[in-house]
Structures are given as structure tokens and as C-alpha cells.
């Protein structure tokens, strides 16, 4: 077909999908179902006043499992693939060193990774927890090593400790969850009782899976983000 | 208790084989073992036809993720088990990276979750494991029309889940529950409501995509054919029946039964046409495969406990023999360094005996040779088609497949041939075991009378004389080779044929209800 | 009316992203469009069960108008996901494009055909 022809259908059929979805389906109609059941005893039953927090950790523990499988997935696969395949020499003119990326790494470093920490320790008190925390802490090293350069920042982290780390860290989370079957208990049920809610210290489980998260979501991102610039040969 | 321990189980032992690689390719024949043991302490409590739930967490339905454990589930679970035993031995010589081991116990961890699974995003957050896997498996190798088969494959699938999860929004903002059962509760008078009938069609397309239903899935045969003979063999033995597996979850809480039973039917006849006219020896399985799921569409659409019981029983034998042949024509491939099929290729005497015979159950099965797993299979579906041109349906795909394998022929010769690597040997062995042991072990799904009650001189009959049909249609055929239209397979076309598809299954589901 | 905006945005997105998914040849646009979709069926799960009043889940005690927590907890998973898929098809394009030293679609499709071939 040619490409004319390809872009008519295109635009019929995309358009005539688009249509149906709204006219069909009735947005301003009431909402099925009973009363929200997670609302109504949700804070006391989880101990997280982040009813969010409380669902994907603790009811559906299972369905965060498998997506933390397939985030490390990704970074393995990143790993393989990228690592095993030297790129030829590319014409890419190293950046400049800019004293501005320096100055500016220098002053965010710092709250960038606070605010990291903070919203994977209070994950479960106010919107947050272990993903964006570890999306945060592992951009806030991508501007580390804007500033002082890849090579720098990952000569800290060596590659196969950091490998195991985060790799040991995954069989902790699921030996986490899956421990209480040992204990007489249906899996993954929160092996601690839920505290005060409200308090720092309260949640059950739901700070450890966040930390436990929270580590691993950063060194992923980092593995990620390195291994793309090493493949290219520099930021 | 088990139900949670099969997929996290092996979810833990494929993160200790990364950190334990050397020892990766040990495990993994003691992890089939543990399998092999829970599975068989379920199956006494299934065996009754009852079911085994579990809702994680120990909340109820409504709040937490419900795990349900049946007959079917533990039939696929067995075919899971069947076909990585025979993989991991088919590889044994060859020595594979410890991340390849890894990859399989995780397509087994998420082949194992998605059987028990009863929870609509649970189901969702699956079936995207299962593009990873496949999609990494698939590109294992490095070669470039791997990767540009995969990345195909990767951006279809995307979009297919995509609507799906469309659909589920759409759904959870109507009924308020992503469980199944309580689905079905919910949704008991509301058939005829326009936004049930867009998120079944979304549903539906999302999962067809994966699932091998000839119009959405034209991935298929660029990446079963481009992938490894093993990753093949998984491929199209396992992976696809998962999608299926996930329709026959859905029909049995929204009514789907036209849209799967007309998609079916196109899925066998345009499969079957393909796979005649291929002489690729892989991308003609890959076709194969794809028309063979029309049979599963069209068993599922019918809604019988008859049908659906001739449907599944053929999803594991589709897989014990696709498998079988994935594996051969892998090992034919290596050999004879040849992809195509012709006289003299078939004629060396490179291509090892044990290959052969190999060859030649696999496409017994399939063909459907009493008493062979293929045959019982099709004979419980053809007693359970009443209406005539769904049954002249299933007998032309049925002469169509016949037909494609054939051109086999020269190839199935046991006169020629070497011997064959132990270990290839012994693989095959493991799938074309059951693949004999079917009729005696029939009461994987139906119990062992209906079966034989069922399975008469009738349908035998009809299976040979449409053997004996099919082999005489390729006599016929055998000089005139024709080339079928190729442009659908690219990415552009496949999207358009979707959403055009889309719409044809929209209007069929709202003029059914 | 908010809420049946952002639906309609998400709708509307959806269909720009197929759209761009089938008209340009270039990969890492494809990518981009796959994106836009993953993006948009996000929006749509969240907008559709958002409140004109309601308050983000964050129980301080009962009778607020909180808004349905589980799409919100639904989308966390889904856009980890995406991601992860999105990585990984961008690691695949990288490795296409230095194989045959460009991005369309077209002539890498031809090259692979040709290839095939030989």
C-alpha cells in the first residue's frame, strides 16, 4: 500500500477509534460498586495513613512483586545487552566542563538526594514511597556525573558488588513477603503489627518494603542510566 | 498456600541462580523437581473437578489478589514443566549463559502466576512479564532479524496492553472490583450496556494480541522463526497458551463467544492457507501455530464443558507437539545450515535420525492420527461442533494442516540420517512420551470415560480419511508454489489490521447481545 | 467537567500516539508515540475516577471526600512497567541503529528482508 493510502486508513480508523471510546463508554454515570472498601477501614488495617501506600504494599503485595521483577528485568536486560556490545569509537566531542553544571551539581546534590530519602522514609505517611525515591536518588547521581563525569561517580560503585547488592536486595524483599507462610500465617501478611497511625514509626511493614524498594529503584535507575552512557561513550 | 509458592518460588530461585551463576544450570532440574512435587500435592485436591482458592494476604475478595487453582491451570502447569525439562536438555551439551537460565526460571515463575490468576490488572501485570521474557528470549542470540523481530513485537504488545488497560479502567470505574468472580456477580444484568461491550472488545484485542489470533498477532511468525530453536519451542508451545488460557478466563464472566468463535475460525483458515504455501521449515511452524490457536478460539467460543475440554486438552497437546517439532527442525537447521525445505536438503545424511523420528511424531500429532494426543484432541472438538459450517470449518483447517505437513515428507525418511547427540535425543523423547501416553492419562481433563465415550469410530474415521485427503491435495499442489501477500507483517499494516479488526469485533459483540 | 476533560485528553493522546506510531518511519519517534500511549492510558485510569472535590487518599480521619486510592495504586505498577518496557525497546533501537547506521523503520525492515535473503 502506498503511503497516502496508509495515512487515510490511519486517520479514519484512529479517529473512528478515539470516537467510540468516548461516545460509548458513559463517564458521567454512577459510579458501580459498594462503598470504597479500602477507605473505610484501610488507615487502621495497614497502619498507613497513604491508603495508596497501604494498597500496592500490603492488598496487592503481590502484583508489586512481580512489577519489581520486571524493573529488574529491565535493568539486567539493559546490562546485557549494552555491555556485551563495545560501541565503535563515536565523534562525540566531550562537553566542555562547565563551571555551572559544577556550581549547581554542588548545591543540589545535597537536597536532591535529601528529598530522596524523605520520600521513601515517609512513604507511607504522605505521597511518595520506594519508586519515586529511588527515581529521585538515582537522577540526583545523573547530575553528579554531569558535573564530574561518568567515569568518576561510577569508580565508587563497583560493578559487581553493586550487581549483588542489588540482586540480594530483590531475595530480601521476596523472603520478606513470602516468610510469613513459615510463620502459620496466609503469605504476605505484615510479619510486624501495625504501629500508631500517623507516626513515624507505624505501617507495619510498609517502611521496610519501601527502603528495601527504595535501594534497589536507585541502583537500578543508576545501572540504567550508566550503562547508556558508557555504551555512548560520555554524557 | 502452594498456589502463592509455584510462581514466588521460582521468582526466588531465578534471583538465586543470579547470584549463584555457576551453579545457575544445577538448579534449575531440582526446581522442576520441587515443581513436580507441589503441583502433584494439588493436583489430589483438584482432581474432583473442585477448585483451590486463595486470596493473598488473607483479606477478602474484594480487597486483595485471589489466587484459584483448577484442573486447567494444573494442566498447563504440567506442559510448562514438560516443555522446560526438554529445553534445559536439549541445551544440555551447549554450554548457555547463567542469564539465559535465569530468563527461564522467570518465564516459569509468570507462567505459573498467570494460571492461577483471577485478578484483572494481577492478569495485566503478567502478561507484560511475559512480553519481557519473551521479548529478551527472543533477542537472546543478538542477531539483527531477532532484534528487529522482537522490537516488533515488543511495540504490538505494548499497544495491546495499552487498551487493555483501557479496558480495565473502564470496567473498575463501572462495577468498582477487578476480581473476576466478583465481576461476574456484578455484571449479571447488564449485558447490553454500550460500556461493557467497548471494554470487552478492548479486553479481548488487548489479550489477542498476544495470544496469537491470526489479525493481531502478525508478530508471530518474524519472532518465532527468527528465535533460537529452543526459545521457539517455548514460544510457541507455552507462551501463546497463555494468552489463551486468559480469553477462556474472560468468556467465562463476559460474553465473548461470537467475536472469539468468528475470530477463531479466520485464525485457522488464513493460518492453514499460510502454512500450505510457506516452504520455510520454522516460519511454517510459526504459521502452523497460529492457525492451530483458531482451533482453541473456536473451542472456547462454543462454551460446552465438551468444547472447552477438547480446546484445552489441545492447547497442551499443541504444545507438547510444537514443541517436539521446534526442537527437530531446530536441530535439521543446525545441521543442514539450511532454513527452506527441498529434495536434497532433506536427502543428507547429515540430518540425524533421532531428528527424524522426531519430525515425524511431532507432525502425526498434529495432523491428528489416532490415538495420538493430537487426534483425541481434535476428535472431543469435532464431537462438540453440532452446527455444519463450524464443523466444515475445523475439517478445512484440519485438511489444511495436513496438507502443509506433508511437504514434510522427504524429510520424515528414517533410512537416512546419522546419530544423534545424546542429549537431543533424550528431549525428544520427554515431549513424544506423553504425546504416546495421552489416551491411557486422558483424565488430565475429562474423565476417563467421557473421553472414550466420545472418541469413537467416528471421529477416527473422519480423522484418517481426512489424513488420506490431505496427503492426496498435496500431490496435487506439490509443483505450484504460491506466494501469499507478506506486506501485512509489517508494523504500519499490523496496527491498521488491528484497529480495523477492532471495529469488526465491536459491532459483532453489540449485534450479539 | 474537569474529569470529563482529562478523560477526553487521554483519549485524544491515545489516538495521537497510534496515529504517530503508524505514520513515522523514524524508530525513536515510534518509541516516543509508545510513550505517548503508555502516558495516556495512565491519565485515563487516574482521571476517570477523580472527584470534582475529593482529596488525594491521605486518611486523616473520616468523612473527607477521599478519592478511590486503588486506580492510583493501579498506575504505580503500570508506569514502572512502562518504563521498563520502554527501556528496553530504546536498548533494541540503539542496537539497530549501529548495525545499519540509521533510523528509519523502512530501510532497516528492507536491510533485514535482504539479509534474510542471502
Known sequence: MKSTAIGILAILLVSAFCVLLLLTVDYHGARGGTDNPYLAAGASETGAVNLVSGIYLNYRLYDSLFELLIFSMAVLGVRFYLNAEKSTKPNVARVAESPVVRIAADLLFGPIMLIGVYLIVFGHLSPGGGFSGGAVGGTGLLLCAAALGAEVVARRFHEQIIEQIEWGILLLIILFAVAPIFFDRLPLTDLLPSGRVGKLLSGGTIPIYNGLIGIKVFIGTWVVIYSFIRHRGEI | ?513 | ?118
Open chain 3, 1 to 118: 467537567m474537569d474529569v470529563a476533560n482529562g478523560v477526553t485528553i487521554a483519549v485524544i493522546l491515545f489516538g495521537v500516539g497510534i496515529f504517530a506510531l503508524i505514520i513515522r518511519r523514524d524508530l525513536v519517534i515510534k518509541l516516543l508515540a509508545l510513550g505517548l500511549i503508555d502516558s495516556s492510558s495512565v491519565l485515563f485510569l487516574v482521571s476517570l475516577n477523580a472527584q470534582d472535590n475529593g482529596i488525594a487518599p491521605i486518611v486523616h480521619g473520616p468523612g473527607a471526600n477521599y478519592v478511590d486510592p486503588l486506580p492510583q495504586a493501579l498506575v504505580i505498577s503500570a508506569i514502572v512497567i512502562n518504563f521498563a518496557l520502554l527501556a528496553l525497546a530504546l536498548v533494541f533501537v540503539m542496537l539497530l541503529v549501529e548495525r545499519y547506521h540509521t533510523t528509519d523503520s523502512l530501510r532497516i525492515a528492507q536491510q533485514v528482508e535482504r539479509e534474510k535473503r542471502s
Open chain 2, 1 to 513: 498456600m502452594i498456589i502463592a509458592l509455584l510462581p514466588l518460588g521460582h521468582f526466588l530461585i531465578g534471583v538465586l541462580s543470579l547470584l549463584w551463576q555457576r551453579g545457575a544450570r544445577r538448579i534449575l532440574p531440582f526446581a522442576l523437581l520441587i515443581d513436580v512435587a507441589l503441583i502433584g500435592s494439588l493436583w489430589s485436591r483438584v482432581a474432583g473437578g473442585t477448585s483451590v482458592s486463595l486470596v493473598l494476604g488473607g483479606w477478602g475478595r474484594d480487597l486483595g489478589i485471589e489466587l484459584v487453582a483448577d484442573k486447567i491451570s494444573l494442566g498447563f502447569s504440567f506442559l510448562a514443566l514438560l516443555l522446560t525439562l526438554a529445553v534445559t536438555v536439549y541445551l544440555w551439551r551447549e554450554r548457555q549463559r547463567p542469564y539465559f537460565y535465569v530468563l527461564l526460571h522467570f518465564l516459569l515463575a509468570s507462567v505459573f502466576a498467570l494460571v492461577f490468576a483471577r485478578d484483572l490488572f494481577n492478569i495485566y501485570v503478567i502478561i507484560e512479564i511475559l512480553t519481557l521474557v519473551s521479548f529478551l528470549l527472543v533477542g537472546y542470540e543478538r542477531k539483527a532479524r531477532q532484534i528487529w523481530a522482537s522490537l516488533n513485537y515488543l511495540i504490538l504488545a505494548a499497544l495491546g496492553m495499552a487498551m487493555y488497560l483501557f479496558g480495565v479502567g473502564i470496567i473498575y470505574y463501572h462495577t468498582g472490583t477487578l476480581n473476576l468472580t466478583l465481576l461476574g456477580e456484578r455484571i449479571a444484568g447488564m449485558q447490553d450496556q454500550l460500556w461493557l461491550i467497548t471494554a470487552s472488545t478492548l479486553l479481548v484485542v488487548g489479550v489477542s494480541i498476544k495470544a496469537g489470533v491470526f489479525v493481531f498477532s502478525l508478530w508471530l511468525p518474524a519472532a518465532h522463526a527468527s528465535a533460537s530453536p529452543a526459545v521457539s519451542a517455548l514460544l510457541s508451545g507455552l507462551v501463546i497458551k497463555m494468552g489463551v488460557v486468559v480469553l477462556f478466563r474472560l468468556s467465562t464472566v463476559l460474553d465473548i463467544s461470537l467475536p472469539l468463535i468468528v475470530l477463531g475460525g479466520i485464525t485457522g483458515v488464513v493460518g492453514a492457507v499460510y502454512t500450505m504455501f510457506t516452504y520455510e521449515l520454522k516460519r511454517m511452524l510459526a504459521f502452523s501455530t497460529l492457525s492451530q490457536v483458531g482451533y482453541l478460539l473456536v473451542g472456547i467460543g462454543i462454551g460446552t464443558p465438551l468444547a472447552i475440554a477438547g480446546s484445552l486438552t489441545y492447547g497442551v497437546a499443541h504444545g507438547l507437539s510444537k514443541g517436539l517439532l521446534f526442537l527437530a527442525a531446530g536441530q535439521v537447521v543446525n545441521t543442514t545450515g539450511s532454513a527452506f525445505i527441498s529434495e536434497q536438503v532433506a536427502r543428507q545424511e547429515k540430518i540425524p535420525r533421532a531428528t527424524r523420528i522426531a519430525l515425524f511424531v511431532g507432525t502425526l500429532s498434529i495432523i491428528g492420527l489416532p490415538p495420538l494426543v493430537g487426534f483425541c484432541a481434535k476428535g472431543l472438538l469435532s464431537a462438540a461442533t453440532d452446527s455444519l459450517p463450524l464443523h466444515l470449518l475445523l475439517v478445512f483447517v484440519s485438511l489444511g494442516t495436513v496438507v502443509a505437513f506433508s511437504k514434510l515428507t522427504p524429510l520424515l525418511n528414517p533410512r537416512y540420517g546419522c546419530s544423534d547427540e545424546r542429549a537431543k535425543a533424550i528431549s525428544y523423547g520427554i515431549l513424544a512420551l506423553p504425546i504416546f501416553a495421552f489416551l491411557p492419562a486422558s483424565f488430565l481433563f475429562v474423565s476417563w470415560i467421557q473421553v472414550l465415550s466420545w472418541l469413537g469410530p467416528l471421529q477416527a474415521g473422519e480423522s484418517v480419511a481426512i489424513i488420506g485427503a490431505g496427503f492426496l491435495v498435496y500431490l496435487v499442489l506439490r509443483g505450484h508454489p504460491v506466494r501469499l501477500p507478506q506486506r501485512i507483517f509489517r508494523l504500519e499494516e499490523a496496527i491498521l489490521l488491528i484497529l480495523a479488526v477492532f471495529f469488526a469485533t465491536f459491532f459483532l459483540l453489540a449485534g450479539s447481545v
